[in-house]
Every structure is written in C-alpha cells, then in structure tokens.
C-alpha cells in the first residue's frame, strides 16, 4: 500500500479517491492527520464524517498531533460530524444522492472561496444492518468516474479492519485504485474483484463470477446500469469463468441503460463466448470485441 503522506497531495482521480485502512488507533490517528494538514495547507475545506468515531475525539487527536482544529472549526474550513446525522439520515443509503450531494458539497466550499473540498467517510456502517449498504460497493464502483474525474475532490475512505469482516473488507477495498495504511498482514485476493478503469468509464472484473460471488457481480451490474457515461466498457481479461446468471446480469445492465449504447466486453473469457452461443438473447446490449 502506498504512503499517505505522499499521496494526500494527489491530483488524478485514482489518487482522489483512495482506501485507507487501518488496524489501530495509532494507524487511524496517522492517516487522518495527514489528511487534514494537507487540506488545510492547501486552502481547501476538510470534511470528516464519522461512524464509530466520537466527532470530539477527531478534534482532539488533531489537537495532540499539533493541528489547530479549533481555528479551522472556529473559521468554517473543518467540520466533523456523523454519517448518521448527514448521508445516513434519509430512509437509505442512495448513490445517486449522494453523486448529487458530492456536486453539491464541492459547489458550497467554492462558493466558500476554498481550493477544493477534501473529505474522509468512516466505512464501517457497510458492515452492519443499515438500510442500503448492499449498495455500498456499488457506489464506491461508479464515484471514480461520476464524482473525481470531474470535481476538485479528495477523499479517503476509512475501513477498520476491526469492525469489518474479511470478505466484504476486501471486495471493497478492490473497488479503489489507490490503498493507503498499513498492508494486510495476509493478504488474500477475493474470488472476484471489480474496480473501475483509470482511464475510461467501466470496470475491471478479476476473478470469478459465480454463485458464491453473486452480490459482487450484482454491484457491477448496477453500476453499469446507472452510469451516465455514454459508453461502458468492462475489462474481463483477468476474468476466469463467468456463469450463466452472472452474465445475464450484466445483460439486464446494458440493456436498462440511459445512454443506449452497447456495453463492450474486452477480453471475454472462452465461457462467455460459449454462453452467448447458447443464449443469444443474453447478446442484446454487448458487445464483444478484442483488447
């Protein structure tokens, strides 16, 4: 994992967007201070919603590591506050709102005369029994391109390896470009990883696409759907196999989308080819082509 402090500074949107996560407090401590200092070194407005965290134990970690969080608090440029009380306050998790909200938020601080707007999520809520956050991954899928490709905004999200179980842990994490915080201790790769494409709107699927990665591809499938993005490609080059309900998953997706255009597959696997063969149907809304 790369260092956060070499990457608070970042300026393309896989730097924009990253993972950070943690196993201790000391770890957590770290990361955030470097966030904030960064953010208020650069002039922009720094906004940190907590999950599990006490917002006052935020202000007072900075305070012992030598940031000013009260003149920062005091003068408008930081704000700490929940999740609960902001994008988890509504009857769901939604990521088209909150797309609509991250507009919103970058508008305000420049209306503000701020650089930018820079802001850590807690993560954690992901892994409880909140309303929406099946979609979680989903939403992480489509702000790459949704979101940082077209505001000036940094943000890192925050996943507590305590808090959070090992496989969701690692599916999303997959789902950023960019990982900060110390490295896992045994890493493993899940069956089936999605992340966005750095240079184009789409995904990258690296694995297998199966019953027991189901919800995973059901994700990738709906960020497919709901992009605005005139053309979707995925890079299944790095994909093993894929079944039957897997691909027509992504069938549905390209078929409901608002552009209208096919959805390319790049580097299909023998299996899918095989199943369009079998299913033509499935077809609709694809198209397979070479790298």
Known sequence: ????SATADARTAGDQHSSAVFSSDAEWAELLVSFVRAGL?????????????????VLHTLAQYGVDAVSAVRRGQLTVTTAAETYLAGPCFDPDAMVGLWHEAVASAATHGYAGLRAIGEMSWGARDVAGAERL????LRIHHEVFDRLPLTAWCFYDRRLM????????????????GAPDPAPRTPGLVVAPLADRPGLRLEGTAGYETRRVTASAAAAVADSPAP?????????DHLDVAALADIARAAVRRPAGTPVRLLGAPPSL???????PELGLGLEVTGR
């Not at 994992?1 to 956060?4: C, E, G, S, V």
């Not at 080819?273 to 299913?279: A, G, K, N, W």
Request: proline content about 4%; overall charge negative.
């Open 165 to 180: 179980p090992r496989d969701a842990l690692d599916v999303l994490l997959g789902a950023h470009l960019t990982h900060l």
């Open 1 to 4: 994992m790369r260092d956060a």
């Open 137 to 140: 991954l989903e939403y992480e």
């Open 41 to 57: 070194r650069r002039d922009e407005q720094v906004r940190y919603f907590a999950d599990t965290t006490a917002p006052d134990l």
């Open 273 to 279: 080819t095989r199943l369009l063969e079998l299913f």
């Open 231 to 239: 053309r979707m490609d995925l890079d299944l080059t790095r994909l």
